[in-house]
């Protein structure tokens, strides 16, 4: 389960986020709604342990997601704007990951083929849609307990949109994940995810 409470985060004189609290149970999919510049990216990197809360806690299963590297592994995090390195393919990103995180040889290439991917393309070459099931495809192949998706379709398609929902369906059922899918718009989510939170002036409601 993850819980935050009384959370907040400035950026200089800028208030993000305040008093700002939420659960997300095991096995479910948490919509998070805002419109741009609300403080959902910002909310997300704090869970993943990228950013520091100026005060507040965020813990994962009782574990601090900033303060415990040990769960971290447990957190995949697909952020909105994707970072590869330069010249790097999908099969030198896997030997990255299969050193950071509890890697699945298995799910990995099953992931592979369901997203239409190839170990030798070069990710600073795909396009937008690629790239993202690039991200998509790591963040599925270490078994996360929680995953964090910042406009999760962004660069999708319709069918891979679809084959992506029925993936996420399908891990929440085998393997009770939590997932949190942030967007802008709520007709993205509403067919997939269980429960909503709104992102305004801070907070959730």
């Known amino acids: 389960m993850l819980k935050i409470q ?13 008093e700002l609290n939420l659960v997300v149970e095991d096995g479910s999919i948490f919509g998070l709604v805002g419109v741009n510049g609300a403080g959902k990216s910002t909310l997300l990197r704090l869970i993943s342990g990228v950013y520091k809360a100026d005060a507040g806690t ?5 574990q601090d997601t900033y303060r415990d590297e040990s ?21 030198s990103l896997k030997l990255l990951y299969e050193n950071m995180y509890g ?29 993202r099931r690039t991200a998509l495809l790591f963040a599925l192949s270490i078994h ?26 399908e891990l ?7 997932v949190i899918i ?9 067919d997939i995810c269980d429960s909503f939170g709104i ?4 907070s959730i409601v």
């Open 58 to 62: 965020i813990t994962l299963n009782d």
């Open 144 to 169: 996360p307990k929680l995953i964090l998706l910042d406009e999760a379709y962004d660069g999708l398609e319709p069918l891979a949109r679809h084959r992506f929902k029925q993936i996420l369906t």
């Open 199 to 202: 992102l305004e002036d801070g």
């Open 71 to 91: 769960i971290r592994r447990d957190i995949a995090f697909v952020s909105d704007e994707q970072y590869f390195p330069i010249g790097s393919t999908i099969g």
């Open 103 to 131: 890697f699945d040889e298995q799910a990995f290439q099953r992931y592979l083929e369901v997203f239409a991917l190839k170990e030798d393309m070069v990710v600073t070459n795909l396009s937008k849609g690629n790239k």
């Open 182 to 190: 942030s967007s802008h718009n709520l007709k993205e989510l509403e």
């Open 172 to 178: 929440i059922e085998d393997e009770g994940i939590s």
């Open 6 to 18: 009384n959370l907040y985060k400035a950026f200089g004189d800028k208030e993000v986020l305040k």
